[in-house]
């Protein structure tokens, strides 16, 4: 039953990862790009990380994919774009990636991975969190502090004088 | 002569009557009954008591009136009861449905008009029947230069996003489609995807008032998650779950809204942002950009969207009473089953009618169903009183609002909630 869903959420993911690469329409391929970042939420529950796989529901797919689908619809593309159709380069990309995919699948199958034991019962993610805040913690303030650090950046970059407007009588 | 058909004749009517029964019988007769032949033959029937269940046994069986309770019994068991029935679609929609008709009702007395009247006898109450046939019977018009597989997929794509919403919503103890372990996050990741919807049917529709509505939609409903789901942490952080059946069951004493106030204050206002309800109704301000993004749908597509908006409306309000008002808890009003119709039956005169697989629901469940929908009917009328109250907010104010203000208070909301903990009130030790 896993192996069938495992297939299906595969050629879900790969396949719609292509068609983002490959459709000429930026709106569809952003929705590939959706079905692609869906079809890693659903590798994350069949690997029992059910927390994992509804934050990347939320945060990719609720989030970043609806950003960079803003983004697109509000670009003019014909003139931000040129196209360079070039057979060589594209030839060159497949190989390229299937020699990154084939040695990171050596190097995966030669770290013992097949002699994992799969049956365990999945970790709850109450330990998880028990982890980050006792023994994890440096690396849990650290985060906490590059996120606080990025957020301020984005509000700093993004501030702007206030216009001022006479007709607006406030 | 008819004004409305003047071609009208009784006898073609009775003729395309009969026609129509004719082709129903000879279709049903060359290809219903060799159909339903050939699936018993190759489906195995069950045997049952040491009979084999032919068709005609199940037949017999369910027009026993002693068999069919327990059925009905095994039929409500089913997840199918589950996903279409009780704590799922149909209870929602119904819910749903009621919601429009007591908006529209609410909203006239408060405006001192009428409001629908006269479909059905009293007060209107046939009007949503009647705006459902209109609905269905229109033409679906599809502008020129849409999208179309975006533009048809929209709307029941809005559906089922709503219907998920729903199924994740604990109705009675027990009683919930999806009992998820992480019931509060699943929330999260379905509310995430109605801007994607908004903003995916307003850019199909290639007209420019759905898409300025639909810009706004997004601007709006990505802004008010943020705080909507920092609202919700101080819950989380009471209760140290995040399945909704262990909240609502944690507040068996007492609502958190007793010991939440702020964080159940800012919920109910990022509610009102992300349902587009009308302080925040810029997404489909009629005033302004005729119906926002919902302008270019017509017939059962605009009415989809429609089921689709008091779906959630409903499972934001059904939320906020799982989280803030104790769900299902309540005093027990409804009466136990009475014992002798279980042990003696019902006598009328003469006859003794023993009926087996009563009763068909526990006092706990209806007890729980009753409080959980006052106490959502009630939640969502604090929901539909603004629109007859306020005015539309400025698009500047509503995003420095969710921005600044909602947020700030969020954080508070948090940190009550950690004091609360830390101060030994709740959590182990304490209250509870």
Redesign the interface.
């Known amino acids: 039953m896993a192996d069938a869903t495992f297939l299906a959420l595969t050629v879900i993911t790969i396949g719609s990862a292509i068609a983002a690469l490959e459709m000429r329409s930026l709106i569809y391929g952003s929705i590939a790009l959706m079905g692609t970042l869906g079809g890693i939420a659903g590798f994350f529950l069949l690997l029992d990380a059910p927390f994992v796989a509804l934050f990347q529901l939320a945060v990719y797919v609720g989030s970043i994919a609806v950003l960079i689908l803003f983004t697109v619809m509000l670009v003019k593309r014909e003139l931000i774009f040129k196209k360079i159709e070039d057979k060589r380069r594209k030839f060159a990309g497949i190989g390229l990636m299937l020699v990154v995919m084939i040695s990171l699948g050596a190097v995966f199958l030669d770290s013992g991975i097949k002699t994992m034991i799969t049956d365990e019962p999945p970790v709850d993610f109450r330990d998880i969190g028990a982890d980050f805040v006792t023994y994890y913690w440096p690396a849990l303030i650290l985060m906490g502090l590059i996120l606080a650090g990025t957020v301020t950046g984005a509000l700093v970059l993004a501030r702007r004088e206030d216009v001022e407007n006479d007709q607006r009588a406030n | 002569m008819s004004v409305i058909a003047p071609k009208f004749k009784l006898s073609e009517f009775i003729k395309s009557l009969f026609d129509n029964a004719f082709w129903g019988l000879l279709l049903m007769v060359l290809v219903g009954l060799p159909a339903v032949f050939m699936v018993l033959f190759v489906i195995e029937m069950p045997v049952i008591n040491g009979e084999l269940l032919t068709p005609f046994l199940a037949l017999s069986w369910i027009a026993d009136p002693s068999r069919t309770l327990p059925i009905v019994h095994a039929f409500m068991a089913t997840d199918m009861f589950r996903i279409m029935a009780f704590p799922g679609f149909g209870f929602a929609a119904l819910l749903a449905a009621g919601t429009i008709f007591i908006e529209r009702k609410m909203l006239a007395k408060l405006q001192l008009r009428v409001g629908p009247f006269y479909c059905g006898k009293f007060e209107g109450i046939l009007q949503l029947m009647g705006d459902g046939l209109k609905l269905i019977s229109k033409e679906i018009i599809i502008p020129a230069k849409a999208?179309k597989p975006?533009f048809w997929a929209a709307p029941v794509l809005f559906v089922a996003t709503a219907a998920a919403f729903v199924a994740l919503i604990p109705v009675a103890p027990g009683w919930v489609v999806a009992d998820?372990?992480?019931g509060l996050?699943?929330v999260?990741?379905v509310?995430?995807?109605f801007?994607?919807i908004t903003?995916?049917s307003a850019?199909s529709a290639n007209s420019k008032y759905p898409f300025i509505g639909g810009?706004r939609a997004?601007f709006q409903m990505?802004s008010f998650?943020i705080p909507l789901i920092l609202s919700l942490l101080g819950v989380v952080i009471l209760t140290?779950t995040l399945n909704l059946s262990e909240i609502a069951a944690s507040q068996s004493s007492f609502p958190w809204i007793i010991f939440l106030p702020v964080g159940a204050i800012v919920f109910f206002i990022t509610m009102l942002a992300e349902l587009e309800r009308i302080p925040f109704d810029l997404p489909e301000a009629e005033s302004e950009i005729v119906a926002g993004w919902l302008t270019e749908f017509s017939g059962m597509m605009y009415g989809l969207v429609q089921l689709g908006t008091y779906l959630k409306l409903y499972a934001f309000a059904a939320l906020f009473v799982v989280l803030f008002l104790a769900g299902w808890h309540g005093p027990m009003v409804v009466p136990p089953f009475p014992a002798e119709i279980l042990t003696e039956g019902i006598v009328m005169g003469p006859i003794t009618a023993k009926i087996p697989g009563l009763p068909l629901f526990t006092q706990e469940m209806l007890n729980g169903a009753l409080w959980f929908v006052l106490k959502t009917v009630g939640v969502i009328f604090f929901i539909l009183l603004p629109r007859g109250v306020f005015p539309r907010v400025r698009v500047d104010l509503l995003l420095s609002l969710g921005w600044t203000k909602l947020i700030g208070l969020a954080f508070v909301n948090i940190f009550i909630a950690l004091g609360l903990l830390y101060a030994g009130v709740l959590g182990p030790g304490g209250l509870q």
Do not use: C
Request: proline share 5%.
């Open positions: 999208d975006i998820v372990d992480l996050l699943a999260f990741a509310i995430g995807f801007p994607i903003i995916l850019w810009i997004l990505v998650e140290g």
